[in-house]
């Protein structure tokens, strides 16, 4: 098996050239929303679309005939770039949008995050993102006039001459941390998950504040355990609605926990058998696999070299995060 860090996590953007010096080339754009090759991303209302049927469900791909059709509704269409030697528009369609006849079905990625590739993903998750930014920028944030689209839909204008503001897509900062203290790690259920699952503590990074004083305060705040060391590990981007995940291990100075801020419904400290114990009773399931949260723990329960992950797999994703 691949090392962990050979494991793409899932909408990390693998093979996906973005094609940045093309959004200002007005000829290029024009023949490309042309050409055979290029494809378009529907996206329905805060919903992308995937092809269902007996075989493992697709992206639902158009091509510039089907795509032509849908143009009248679009409320944005962006570049994406270019993925398995296509060249990707993401079409931003109101949720009513009629599609193309066949065993089509709308869907939040989550459910599919152990079922498609992590390259389709990815280019899913930049589709829904974007086109998530456009239909809540649609107004100037400064005059409340409308907004032009520019470079290929990765740029909003305020339409007002006096007022020329620019909106750029914007990306929220998040952390997420697994704690740990002796043979111990901290795990966290929200109120809306099932009461089996649980994962890492994550939150969002406020302003005027840096990643590591982000994970202290969150992990006080919803545990009440505080932190004495931390590290970087990695990060993942996930597109609900356009965040980047940021990745920590920190050790716990104390080990009592009290929920805080009403963020957890519970959290608790579980050692390596505990984990093992509650994946094989059907007690316990952990983040989805290929996502960071799964990664911190994996690496965290292999460590001792006594086990591995790969020996208990889950019979249930959990695509929360």
């Not at 200002?24 to 490309?32: A, G, K, M, S, V």
């Not at 620019?166 to 990306?171: H, Q």
């Not at 005027?208 to 202290?216: L, T, W």
């Not at 100075?253 to 959290?267: F, K, P, R, S, V």
């Amino acid at each position: 098996m691949p090392g962990h860090d050979d494991i793409p996590f899932v909408f990390a953007g693998a093979g996906l050239d973005r094609l940045a010096p093309r959004r200002d080339d007005p000829d290029w754009l024009r023949e490309t929303l042309a050409a055979a090759r290029t494809r378009f991303v529907p996206v329905l209302g805060e919903e992308n679309t995937i092809v269902a049927g007996s075989d493992a469900p697709a992206p639902l791909l158009l091509d510039c005939a089907a795509a032509r059709v849908l143009l009248t509704q679009a409320h944005c269409m962006v570049l994406l770039g270019s993925y398995a030697g296509e060249t990707c528009f993401a079409l931003g369609l109101p949720p009513d949008a009629s599609l193309p006849a066949g065993k089509i079905a709308l869907t939040n990625l989550r459910p599919q995050l152990a079922v498609l590739e992590s390259g389709v993903l990815a280019l899913l998750g930049y589709a829904r993102a974007m086109v998530h930014w456009h239909r809540h920028n649609r107004f100037c944030g400064k005059c409340g006039a409308p907004t032009r689209s520019h470079r290929a839909g990765h740029e909003l204008r305020c339409t007002r001459a006096e007022c020329g503001n620019v909106i750029y897509p914007c990306v929220n900062p998040a952390i997420i941390v697994l704690v740990t203290h002796g043979g111990h790690c901290l795990l966290g259920r929200q109120s809306g998950w099932l009461e089996r699952r649980y994962s890492t503590i994550a939150g969002f990074v406020e302003p005027g504040e840096d990643p590591e004083a982000s994970v202290r305060r969150e992990v006080r705040e919803e545990t009440n355990i505080r932190v004495t060391s931390m590290q970087y590990d990695a990060s993942q981007p996930w597109p609900y609605p356009a965040s980047l995940m940021l990745g920590f291990r920190a050790t716990a100075d104390n080990t009592d926990i009290h929920c805080n801020d009403g963020e957890l419904a519970d959290a608790r400290w579980f050692s390596r058998e505990d984990i093992v114990r509650g994946i094989r009773d059907g007690g316990l399931v952990l983040p989805t696999y290929r996502s960071i949260s799964y990664r911190l723990v994996q690496t965290w329960f292999e460590e001792s070299g006594k086990y591995s992950l790969d020996h208990y797999p889950q019979t249930e994703a959990f695509s929360d995060r």
